[in-house]
């Protein structure tokens, strides 16, 4: 007996929506009864497609654009999820055939007001992927019922220029690898998601650095207030981070330049990520009353670092959640003479481990009775 085949037409093609729409394809020569469901499944999704060449280009085209005749034909009009992951084999790949296809295929999900947009792009042959950027489609600054959007390698411009008013709906941003031509824009597209809940920001670059010196009135209007987990990395956050004020996760490098004190007090926050220099984080641990797991990742010391350095165990204060809430710490690429520091109920996971560094760890001092010591 079909046990799967009697199930009702709702829960087959639910149960197709977790897969790539090549997969769910397949599954038309399983019977009768299968060839027609996969055209009813509200998701598109394309991924691991490698495109080395034009030819590669224009197969790929041609079957998106089945897949979007045959679901017409069928009647399915709706389109919940496009997810769309394509490796070019050179640069060049993206900004011929193909890119003004992304553009239609884009245009085509958003008419169907689409929930949840995925663009991965990347390039195989990295050393051409920064001179230029694809543009991204336009029309997705226009689409209000976005849930979730993930954007990899593309340029993004003039949006501002449409009357942009928001995306009113949307929790998740992801972006990595993004061009803006000034940072007052991706300012503005922070401030036009007002119940913006998760935020990841990667390698995000600016054609022009314009600082916003009114940056407090950009956030009067549409704040943050629901984001409550941010991964920033390779990126610059001086001014935007004021408004992150409510996170319970943030993961975050420091780069060159960086101040701590640009930190706001996070009350709330739990879990920090944190990539920087050892002798500096107890000023940013400041800002964290309430953190209970630390994941910190040193910076590898330079000859200016030496004062601080040797000076770290002259420090007075202790940062309130070292003595209250800590509860986990993981080290990564620490130098073992700046774990004298106070923490009181830490528990330390190596990971590049020795009996030499067991043995040193061990014989280091304890600040309270209570902080133990596992080696695995």
């Not at 020569?29 to 224009?58: M, Q």
């Not at 998760?198 to 984001?227: A, M």
């Not at 984080?281 to 309430?290: A, D, E, N, R």
């Amino acid at each position: 007996m079909d046990r799967i085949g009697a199930l009702p037409d709702e829960v087959l093609t639910h149960i197709l929506s977790f897969v790539p729409t090549t997969q769910a394809i397949v599954t038309s020569i399983l019977s009768k009864r299968w060839i027609h469901l996969w055209r009813h499944v509200p998701l598109l999704h394309f991924s691991d497609t490698s495109l080395k060449n034009l030819a590669d280009n224009y197969r790929f085209n041609e079957f998106v654009y089945s897949i979007l005749l045959s679901r017409e034909a069928a009647g399915n009009h709706s389109i919940n999820t496009f997810f769309l992951d394509i490796e070019y084999f050179y640069a060049k790949l993206a900004f011929r055939p193909s890119n003004p296809n992304i553009k239609n295929w884009v245009d085509y999900a958003v008419e169907r007001k689409v929930q949840h947009l995925d663009l991965y792009l990347d390039v195989l042959r990295h050393v051409d992927k920064h001179r230029n950027f694809p543009r991204l489609p336009v029309s997705v600054f226009n689409c209000r019922t976005l849930v979730s959007l993930k954007l990899h390698w593309f340029h993004v411009e003039e949006y501002f220029s449409l009357d942009f008013i928001g995306f009113p709906s949307l929790k998740v941003l992801h972006l990595k690898e993004i061009y803006f031509h000034e940072y007052e824009e991706f300012i503005l597209l922070l401030a036009g998601c007002p119940v913006l809940e998760d935020l990841h920001v990667s390698d995000v670059n600016f054609g022009c650095l314009k600082i916003l010196l009114e940056f407090d009135n950009v956030f009067k209007t549409s704040s943050l207030s629901n984001l409550t987990s941010v991964y920033i990395r390779g990126c610059c956050f001086d001014f935007w981070l004021k408004a992150l004020s409510n996170l319970k996760f943030l993961s975050i490098n420091f780069l060159k330049g960086d101040q701590h004190d640009i930190f706001p007090v996070f009350h709330n926050l739990t879990h920090l990520e944190l990539t920087y220099d050892w002798y500096r984080v107890v000023q940013v641990l400041q800002h964290c009353p309430k953190l209970q797991k630390l994941d910190f990742h040193q910076k590898l010391p330079s000859s200016s670092d030496e004062y601080f350095i040797e000076n770290w165990a002259d420090l007075e204060f202790v940062p309130k959640c070292l003595s209250l809430n800590l509860t986990s710490c993981t080290l990564w690429g620490f130098l073992l003479t700046t774990l004298q520091g106070p923490l009181q109920h830490a528990n330390f996971h190596l990971i590049d481990w020795s009996p030499e560094l067991e043995r040193n760890l061990s014989s280091c001092p304890r600040a309270s009775a209570t902080c133990q010591l596992s080696f695995n």
